[in-house]
C-alpha cells in the first residue's frame, strides 16, 4: 500500500515538480516539499518549454521565470529572512556576552598582598588579557557582519528581476 501511495503523489508528467504552498503565521507564503500544514495546497510545478536553439542569450534571459524556478527563489528568500533573524539575536546575545566579559575584567582586583613588582606584573597581564578579548570580540563580531552581508547581497540578487 505505501508504494501505491508514493505513485499517487509522483507528478502526472516527467520532469513535473508536486510542491505545497502554505501560508505561515505571519501571513508569508512558503513552498515546501511535503504538506505543511492544514491549509497547504498541493501546486504542480512544470518545466519552462524548451527554448528553441536558433534564440540568443539575450532572448532566453528575457523569457518569463519558471513557476518552479520562482518557488525557489520564494523558499530561499524566506530561508534568508529566518537566517537575517537568527543572526539578529545572535548579534544582541554576543554583545550581551561582551558586555559582561568586558565587566569581568574591569572588576578583577589583584590581590592585595602582592608586592610592587608582582602588581606591575598582575597589571600588564591583564591588561594583555583585556586586548585579547577584545581582539576576539572584534572578530566575532566582523564574523557575523560577513555573514549578514553576504546574506545581504544574496537577498540582493534573488529580488533582481529574472532577466537581469
Known amino acids: ?65 519558471s513557476p518552479q524556478s520562482f518557488a525557489l527563489r520564494q523558499q530561499r528568500l524566506v530561508q534568508i529572512e529566518g537566517e537575517v533573524r537568527d543572526l539578529a539575536r545572535e548579534r544582541e546575545a554576543l554583545r550581551a556576552r561582551h558586555a559582561d566579559e568586558r565587566m569581568a575584567l574591569a572588576v578583577r582586583e589583584a590581590p592585595a598582598d602582592l608586592k610592587p613588582a608582582q602588581r606591575a606584573a598582575f597589571e600588564k597581564a591583564r591588561v594583555r588579557e583585556r586586548e585579547g578579548v577584545e581582539r576576539r570580540q572584534v572578530k566575532e563580531m566582523e564574523l557575523l557582519e560577513r555573514r549578514a552581508a553576504r546574506l545581504e547581497r544574496e537577498r540582493t540578487r534573488l529580488l533582481q528581476p529574472a532577466g537581469r
Do not use: H, Q, W
Open 1 to 65: 500500500m505505501p508504494c501505491a501511495l508514493l505513485f499517487a503523489a509522483m507528478p502526472a508528467t516527467a520532469g513535473e515538480t508536486l510542491v505545497y504552498r502554505c501560508t505561515a503565521a505571519d501571513g508569508s507564503i512558503r513552498f515546501e516539499a511535503n504538506p505543511c500544514g492544514p491549509d497547504a495546497a498541493a501546486v504542480t510545478l512544470r518545466p519552462s518549454p524548451a527554448v528553441p536553439p536558433a534564440t540568443t542569450k539575450k532572448t532566453r534571459e528575457a523569457e518569463a521565470e
